[in-house]
């Protein structure tokens, strides 16, 4: 799961918005740097990413990538994800997609220890909310844009632009998996 599903499954379980953004930006024990709501939410976002990626369907779907593509898997899927609840938001939510993310980037920056972030998150989630990505994600189009940046990040990442090609040609299959997976995945969080 990427921002979008993080910030839905923290909604979903009365969680930290911000604890479940800063999951891929906090290494190690949170738990000396940040209050109990936001810690509760980073492990909230772990518990979450280890869920997903041992799930037997998402083991399944990463079958899908071939070749080299097969170790970029788990970003790309995590991407189509999202791509698939930002465009389908109105099954899983009855606020307007731009709206909640108003709500959400509100809530983060009420939330926000402003001086213990990392850089990195607050670089990240500034250029999300100037370019509403999460928005953005119900257009496939912008998926495959996000996996092409994301890719030029170092040189050995150049791989991940490929993954867009088996995400387009398994499009209806992976839309059927995540019709399964995320229900799963919203109920094992909410029992977390």
Not at 120 to 134: E, I, L, S, Y
Not at 155 to 172: I, K
Request: hydrophobic content about 40%.
């Amino acid at each position: 799961m990427n921002f979008l599903a993080h910030l839905h499954i923290a909604e979903h379980c009365e969680s930290s918005a911000l604890g479940n953004l800063l999951g891929d930006f906090v290494k190690g024990n949170p738990d000396n740097q940040f209050s109990s709501e936001i810690v509760q939410g980073i492990k909230l976002h772990r518990f979450v990413d280890s869920y997903t990626d041992n799930h037997e369907l998402v083991r399944e779907a990463r079958l899908m990538f071939q070749g080299k593509q097969r170790r970029f898997s788990g970003i790309a899927l995590d991407m189509f994800w999202d791509h698939c609840l930002a465009a389908n938001w109105h099954h899983y939510h009855k606020m307007a997609l731009s709206k909640f993310c108003q709500q959400q980037q509100t809530i983060i920056h009420n939330e926000s220890p402003k001086p213990l972030l990392p850089e990195r998150f607050t670089q990240v989630t500034g250029a999300m909310w100037q370019g509403r990505w999460m928005e953005s994600y119900q257009d496939l189009d912008n998926i495959e844009y996000a996996l092409q940046r994301m890719s030029t990040r170092t040189p050995r990442m150049g791989e991940l632009a490929n993954c867009f090609s088996t995400l387009d040609s398994h499009y209806d299959e992976l839309v059927k998996v995540f019709n399964t997976l995320y229900p799963d995945v919203l109920n094992a969080a909410r029992r977390f």
